[in-house]
């Protein structure tokens, strides 16, 4: 399929310099970026006037659970442990493909509605949302978050990691990463065998991990070593990978982090409204350790919206270093895009040729864009899903001006997610 994408304003990367022009898209990779050039490229199967709008790099969200969206408003003001343990978990307990299959659609919907062109999913029955995620084109990272707090075998799990692994090993837009849930979900065996299991495949890992105050001061008390202390000493971290949170850290963390190349998935909305705290984003940077960004499930923050998430990144860090220079909007950008995508090993974050096709269209029309002031920081400022327009992921037109391509109708999504979510809850309440 060849899409020309013609009349835009682009903005090529986070930080980059925007010009007007065009982008050429074949079988999914960018093949042209530049100066409106009317020679090259025809026919091509659909041309976009893109009427003078911004094409960006599309989003990566960098920690999700896509299909928690089935969870949105049921379990919301509560504290985190209750949240978890009392509400979460034991609606989990009775979850189906089906769920998973609606939920990941619901995600899927708005995903592509807002931008969104690759994401890290950590989720029951990844098969069926590597499937669902597939149709819509955007590129997935399935993360395994398995755990063994309520028993397990670890044999059991770490072979079932590997024969994963092996299933999407080489896939370009599809992959899998060995993990865990957290440290404190986990038994010492599993989290050794991961450990070793990373070292054999010499795959990068992913965590949950120092998301909130308790838990690392409950691993400091039961091991002398803060959470990242004793992943780092485990080896858990020696392949590199993701640590999602990373809220908590101190001097000695961060320079641990740096020095085996992690990644932190930081998700400002989630531990904002769980009342977790704020992730120390300045000093991960100032030290060399990669910052991505998530949205976190749906149950927890409510909204899988990238903007949301540049914003706060940035006025957080703003309140917290008492520095309204601090994180810059293209820093935020760059969380959202470039670092998120390196970080999972997909080929996106910037509009340039050889690069997947991934990117959506921004209304410079909308009324939080205007006046065109400076485009890059309305962007992250004052931009919201909303200003979406279109979104490309994949070299697929996702959604275009309130239409999706997803593989389902919005009201289908709609109403077999209420549905889901209305069995599981009468589930839930019969299960205590
Ligand atoms: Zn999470």
Not at 26 to 35: N, R, S
Not at 312 to 339: F, G, H, I, N, W
Not at 405 to 415: Q, S
């Amino acid at each position: 399929m060849k899409i020309r994408l013609k009349n835009a304003l682009v903005l090529p990367r986070a930080g980059g310099e925007i010009f007007r022009g065009e982008v050429q898209i074949e079988d999914g990779k960018i093949v042209y970026a530049g100066k409106q050039n009317d020679r090259m490229f025809f026919p091509a199967d659909r041309e976009k006037d893109c009427g003078g709008n911004l094409l960006i790099p599309g989003f990566c969200n960098a920690h999700a659970h896509s299909a928690m969206t089935l969870f949105r408003g049921v379990a919301d003001d509560l504290p985190l442990q209750e949240w978890l343990f009392d509400r979460i978990f034991p609606l989990e307990d009775h979850l189906t493909e089906e769920d998973v299959y609606w939920g990941t659609m619901l995600a899927a919907a708005e995903y592509v509605r807002g931008g969104v062109t690759a994401a890290a999913d950590m989720y029951f029955f990844p098969a069926v949302a590597a499937e669902v995620l597939r149709r819509s084109g955007i590129a997935v990272a399935l993360c395994s978050g398995d755990n063994d707090v309520g028993g397990g075998d670890v044999k059991e799990s770490l072979a079932y990691m590997q024969s994963r692994y092996n299933t999407y090993k080489g896939k370009r837009r599809l992959k899998y990463i060995i993990g865990l849930h957290a440290e404190y979900t986990c038994s010492d065996a599993l989290l050794e065998g991961v450990a070793d299991l990373a070292a054999t495949l010499g795959a990068p890992t992913y965590i949950h991990c120092a998301e909130t105050l308790k838990e690392v001061g409950e691993c400091s008390v039961r091991r002398s070593l803060t959470p990242v202390e004793y992943l780092h000493k485990i080896g858990f971290f020696d392949e590199g990978g993701i640590i999602a949170h990373g809220t908590y850290l101190d001097k000695n963390d961060i320079a641990l982090l740096a020095d085996k190349n992690i990644t932190v998935a930081s998700n400002p909305s989630s531990n904002l409204k769980l009342a977790s705290g704020v992730a120390p984003i300045c000093s991960l940077l100032k030290n060399g350790v990669a910052v991505a960004l998530g949205t976190d499930g749906a149950a927890s923050n409510n909204a899988l919206s990238m903007f949301r998430e540049m914003y706060l990144m940035s006025c957080l860090q703003k309140e917290r270093m008492k520095d309204a220079a601090a994180v810059p909007a293209e820093e935020a950008l760059r969380a959202a895009t470039e670092t998120g995508y390196k970080a999972l090993g997909f080929d996106g974050g910037e509009i340039a040729v050889g690069r997947d096709a991934d990117l959506a269209l921004i209304d410079l029309n909308a009324p939080c864009m205007q006046p065109l002031s400076d485009i890059g920081k309305s962007l992250v400022y004052s931009a919201d899903t909303s200003a979406v327009l279109m979104t490309v992921a994949g070299g697929h037109i996702a959604y275009e001006n309130g239409r999706f391509d997803i593989g389902e109708t919005p009201e289908d999504i709609y109403k077999n997610a209420a549905k889901c979510v209305k069995r599981l809850l009468k589930e839930a309440e019969r299960g205590k």
